[in-house]
């Protein structure tokens, strides 16, 4: 495969080492070294991005804007094969070959609330860098990816429609979802809410789509297929989501489960520092609300899947979205605990909005 794909960028397969790199998920991704030089191609999953093209005019755009925003910013975006085209579609699949960051390294996992506020920073820099940008005029490369209210919607679909014996033992967790709608009537004000402007916005802010250097310092994002138009709460949201438990979403002893309070502060520092002048009052209010709404979003998720038979995330045992979506909704119930705690360090005007919760 690589024989017909490296020459497309001028690079002789013969003097060419390729290997298998990174613990990416979606795409295949690849290390690859020509004369000195290190790229990463990959090989871009169309079951989940239905129409690559749009990713690739995107990152264009992007590109061209970021450029003379501010020329020194890293963009890790694909370079140009001899065709003239930054993403191939041949035989073997979309590819398209980027940049190697030398000297650059990606955590999977966070360990020191340092490295929080580095790639919380990265994020927010991004998306400030981005502020004056339409983001409207980029395509959506997964459409209604964090609408919660449609989420809502599936998961009430998926109830009508559950395997009965699961239904019956994930009833306590069906209630709990929906004793906590007023998540989704939240998310409805914010879409509704002038003050909450639509901003070009990662949308999958997790640790290893960061590369930091051997000091663990922030170099840049990575990962911009899901860069859209969407609301900061995604950004912000899948950060806590991720960053502040020391435990994945796989973790079954729920004892393991609960909030890093200083992961939170690192979360807000870091990404403040760079959008605290581009957020809006109103948007700052939703801080904490974000955390709440990926969380509570991954839960309907996990717990939608688990009724309907592991029809979309499958499942390497029988119980695995029942137990994921138990540990997200733990991860929900102990943030919502200890919210107030969180946000008590924040600046006055990152007070949360006015909101109740059935607990
Ligand atoms: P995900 O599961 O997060 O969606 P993915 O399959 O889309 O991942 P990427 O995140 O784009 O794949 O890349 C996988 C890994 O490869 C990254 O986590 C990072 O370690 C490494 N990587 C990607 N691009 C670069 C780059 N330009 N320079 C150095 N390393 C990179
Ligand atoms: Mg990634
Ligand atoms: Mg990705």
Same mark, same amino acid.
């Given at each position: 495969?690589?024989?017909?794909?490296?020459?497309?960028?001028?690079?002789?397969?013969?003097?060419?080492?390729?290997?298998?790199?990174?613990?990416?998920?979606?795409?295949?991704?690849?290390?690859?070294?020509?004369?000195?030089?290190?790229?990463?191609?990959?090989?871009?999953?169309?079951?989940?991005?239905?129409?690559?093209?749009?990713?690739?005019?995107?990152?264009?755009?992007?590109?061209?804007?970021?450029?003379?925003?501010?020329?020194?910013y890293l963009f890790v975006?694909?370079?140009?094969?001899?065709?003239?085209?930054?993403?191939?579609?041949?035989?073997?699949?979309?590819?398209?070959?980027?940049?190697?960051?030398?000297?650059s390294?990606s955590?999977?996992?966070?360990?020191?609330?340092?490295e929080a506020y580095e790639a919380a920073k990265q994020f927010g820099k991004f998306s400030s860098l @981005?502020?004056?940008?339409?983001?409207?005029?980029?395509?959506?490369?997964?459409?209604?990816?964090?609408? @919660?209210? @449609?989420?809502?919607?599936?998961?009430?679909?998926?109830?009508?429609?559950?395997?009965?014996?699961?239904?019956?033992?994930?009833?306590?967790?069906?209630?709990?979802?929906?004793?906590?709608?007023?998540?989704?009537?939240?998310?409805?004000?914010?879409?509704?809410?002038? =003050?909450?402007?639509?901003?070009?916005?990662h949308?999958?802010t997790?640790i290893?789509n960061v590369l930091f250097d051997?000091?663990?310092k922030g170099i840049c994002v990575i990962?911009?297929?899901?860069?859209?138009?969407?609301?900061?709460?995604?950004d912000?949201?899948?950060m806590?989501?991720?960053? @502040?438990?020391?435990?994945?979403? =796989?973790?079954?002893?729920? &004892?393991?489960?609960?909030?890093?309070?200083?992961?939170?502060?690192?979360v807000?520092?870091g990404y403040?520092e760079e959008m605290?002048?581009?957020?809006?009052?109103?948007?700052?209010?939703?801080?904490?609300?974000?955390?709440?709404?990926?969380?509570?979003?991954?839960?309907?998720?996990?717990?939608?899947?688990?009724?309907?038979?592991?029809?979309?995330?499958?499942?390497?045992?029988?119980?695995?979205?029942?137990?994921?979506?138990?540990?997200?909704?733990?991860?929900?119930? =102990?943030?919502?605990?200890?919210?107030?705690?969180?946000?008590?360090?924040?600046? &006055?005007?990152?007070?949360?909005?006015?909101?109740?919760?059935?607990?």
């Open positions: 495969m690589f024989e017909n794909i490296l020459p497309l960028y001028g690079l002789n397969s013969d003097e060419t080492t390729v290997n298998l790199f990174g613990d990416g998920l979606i795409n295949h991704t690849w290390k690859v070294t020509a004369g000195g030089q290190s790229y990463i191609l990959q090989k871009v999953n169309t079951d989940v991005f239905k129409n690559p093209s749009d990713i690739d005019k995107n990152l264009c755009l992007l590109k061209d804007f970021l450029s003379k925003k501010d020329p020194d975006s694909p370079v140009k094969a001899l065709s003239g085209e930054s993403l191939l579609n041949t035989p073997s699949g979309y590819f398209r070959l980027s940049p190697f960051v030398e000297g390294l955590l999977n996992a966070l360990t020191k609330e340092d @981005l502020a004056d940008f339409d983001a409207e005029t980029l395509n959506i490369t997964i459409p209604d990816f964090h609408n @919660l209210s @449609l989420r809502y919607e599936q998961f009430k679909t998926a109830c009508a429609n559950a395997n009965p014996e699961r239904m019956e033992k994930a009833k306590q967790y069906v209630d709990f979802i929906n004793a906590h709608q007023d998540l989704v009537a939240t998310y409805l004000s914010i879409v509704d809410h002038k =003050e909450v402007p639509l901003r070009v916005i949308h999958d997790k290893n051997k000091d663990y990962d911009l297929d899901t860069v859209m138009p969407g609301y900061f709460i995604s912000v949201g899948d806590m989501r991720t960053y @502040l438990c020391a435990a994945t979403e =796989e973790e079954t002893d729920l &004892s393991k489960i609960s909030i890093r309070k200083e992961f939170f502060k690192a807000y520092d403040m605290q002048d581009v957020l809006t009052d109103t948007e700052k209010q939703y801080f904490s609300y974000a955390g709440k709404f990926i969380i509570y979003m991954q839960a309907i998720r996990f717990l939608a899947d688990y009724l309907q038979n592991d029809i979309y995330y499958g499942a390497k045992y029988e119980d695995h979205n029942f137990n994921r979506a138990i540990n997200q909704i733990t991860l929900l119930k =102990e943030y919502i605990k200890i919210e107030k705690e969180l946000t008590a360090p924040l600046s &006055s005007s990152a007070e949360p909005h006015n909101q109740q919760h059935a607990q």
